[in-house]
């Protein structure tokens, strides 16, 4: 009987951590002095936070490069110095610093730097691509590179594109998956194979209830990008699995807190990933 009872307040202690709200930092933590958005100086500090994960874009170049960059446009559709990323050549996108003078890194570049951290998971988003074939192409050479890095278990994918969580879900069945356009309910990524959701606060605002709705059906819930302490709150109360912040100190600092005052319903903590 003592046993049933042990075994059952465990079972229910492993529910309630596998609950905790857990911190992903957009395109890095770049809001650090001298870091700029996808680098790899802002994993290098995403790293440091002892936090779930770090996200990032991935692009393919004219000449098939995947580089860590958002664009379409990098360095801004203004600016005379601006490159396509899918576009231009990997020569030319990687002759156009960042801020701070931050280089354009190359995903293998990427890959190498997360092995300086064996817990931190990255975030790759496989950015949209001109055709079907192009995005299944750079799906491929996505999941091939991370396989031949050994980080397979390290590492979480999203996509807008459909075709991409569908190609993702073929060809690494054993990674996460999610969703980030927004249009599909729970019921229809979990049909679709996906492992999660990931959208936007205006979506999950409108559709509050796909974030129960998603994870009675085993999905995990991501919302991005959440920056402001009103709607911190509002997704910590919602129990999300992940908030994609460019403010990750600001969600670590409200997460502790809503633990202090029983907010959050359970003991958080951020070093469990
Ligand atoms: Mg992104």
């Not at 991501?222 to 908030?243: A, C, G, L, R, S």
Request: proline letters at 3%; a positive charge.
């Amino acid at each position: 009987m003592k046993r049933t009872i042990l075994t059952a307040a465990l079972a229910i202690a492993t529910l309630t951590a596998a609950a905790q709200t857990q911190v992903i930092a957009h395109r890095g933590f770049h809001a650090a002095e001298g870091s700029a958005h996808n680098t790899i100086s802002s994993l290098r500090n995403a790293q440091k936070l002892g936090i779930y994960g770090s996200e990032c874009d991935v692009n393919m170049t004219s000449d098939d490069s995947l580089v860590v960059v958002h664009g379409k446009w990098h360095r801004g559709r203004k600016d005379p110095q601006r490159v396509h990323v899918q576009k231009d050549d990997f020569k030319t996108v990687r002759s156009r610093s960042c801020e701070n003078g931050n280089i354009v890194p190359t995903l293998h570049e990427y890959l190498e730097q997360m092995k300086a951290d064996g817990k931190m998971r990255l975030v790759i988003e496989i950015k949209n691509h001109d055709t079907p074939e192009r995005e299944k192409q750079v799906t491929k050479a996505i999941i091939d590179q991370v396989k031949a890095a050994g980080l397979e278990n390290q590492v979480d994918y999203i996509a807008f594109s459909a075709v991409v969580c569908d190609e993702v879900a073929r060809l690494a069945p054993h990674n996460e998956i999610a969703y980030l356009n927004g249009d599909y309910a729970p019921a229809v990524v979990k049909e679709r194979g996906y492992t999660g959701i990931d959208y936007s606060k205006k979506v999950l605002r409108e559709h509050p209830e796909w974030i129960a709705e998603a994870q009675k059906l085993g999905l995990k819930v991501n919302v991005w990008t959440v920056n402001e302490p009103e709607e911190i709150q509002y997704f910590i109360d919602k129990k999300v699995d992940f908030i994609t912040t460019d403010n990750p100190l600001k969600v670590i600092e409200m997460l502790k807190q809503a633990d202090k005052g029983g907010k959050n319903g359970k003991k958080h903590n951020q070093k469990t990933r």
